[in-house]
């Protein structure tokens, strides 16, 4: 493809080393039979290794310079020119049968809005091998207690199993990043939950978080949860959201929906 200038309103870093692109294709492993969405192909480096191993492979790119010429080198590419953040993942699916599997090199900007747009739609996503920032890949799968400890730990830890695959040198991409990146393994568990129930329990989690420093108490009476009282949820509130597992936020809202209704 004819070389264009990466945009860094885009997040924009074209993935260069092959051997780089070998080991993403084989820790994806993509069948034929497979229902693949690659969010922002670029210079279509990963889309064509991709290709060779598929039948169908759908590539969502919000830049609308390479369009046409991934159009023209790619013609069995289903391209959807837009944000993936814009796309109902619903409407992708062919095969109703078949669940989503999602890849790409992301920009690391729009990292967490990507990821809660597949907890959206957690129920019909596989999983998702995706380049990340490193210290964002931290913070995805880290323990209770720890420092990186967060709001992704703990959603993505109900809703699915964090891989760290491996760390990427910064000098394998064009422009240069100015952090090390990683490849994660996202596996989204089979979860029966509500809409409603999803919401509620991604607000506990973000409420409680909300003054990480201070008490769970302190924190939910400062959030949109201020009107309740959760003396009676079974959670010690002189806690911190970081000494909390995922079964303690869920109790509180479980609570919450109770307290509701």
């Given at each position: 493809?004819?070389?264009?200038k990466p945009?860094?309103?885009f997040?924009?870093?074209?993935l260069l080393?092959?051997?780089i ?6 820790e994806?492993?993509?069948k034929?039979?497979d ?9 279509a ?7 060779e ?5 759908i ?44 890849v790409?090199n992301?920009?690391y ?15 019909i996503?596989?999983d ?18 720890t ?7 703990v ?42 129930e ?32 959760f ?12 000494q909390l ?17």
């Open positions: 493809m004819q070389k264009i945009l860094k309103r997040g924009q870093n074209y080393d092959q051997n692109l070998k080991k993403i294709v084989l994806i492993d993509p034929p039979e229902q693949i969405v690659e969010i922002g192909p670029g210079r480096a990963l889309t064509e290794k991709l290709l191993k598929v039948t169908t492979l590539a969502v790119e919000i830049d609308k310079r390479v369009s046409d010429e991934l159009r023209t080198k790619f013609p069995e590419l289903k391209l959807i020119v837009d944000d993936f953040i814009n796309i109902n993942l619903n409407e992708l699916r062919t095969n109703k049968n078949k669940r989503l599997r999602i790409g992301i920009p900007n729009l990292t967490s809005p990507i990821l809660f747009h597949l907890i959206k739609f957690n129920d996503v596989q998702s091998v995706l380049m990340v920032q490193h210290e964002v890949v931290k913070r995805m799968s880290a323990a209770k207690g420092k990186d400890y967060g709001i992704l730990s959603i993505l830890k109900y809703f699915a199993d964090v891989k760290y695959c491996f760390k990427v040198s910064p000098n394998v991409f064009y422009p240069k990043p100015k952090v090390d990146s990683a490849v994660v393994h996202i596996r989204f568990n089979d979860i029966e939950i509500s809409k409603a999803k919401q509620n329990f991604i607000n506990i989690v973000k409420a409680s978080f909300g003054n990480r420093r201070k008490t769970l108490k302190n924190s939910l009476s400062n959030s949109i949860f201020k009107e309740l009282n003396a009676d949820s079974g959670i010690d509130l002189s806690l911190r959201a970081e597992d995922v079964d303690d936020f869920l109790r509180l809202a479980e609570f919450t929906l109770n307290y509701i209704n």
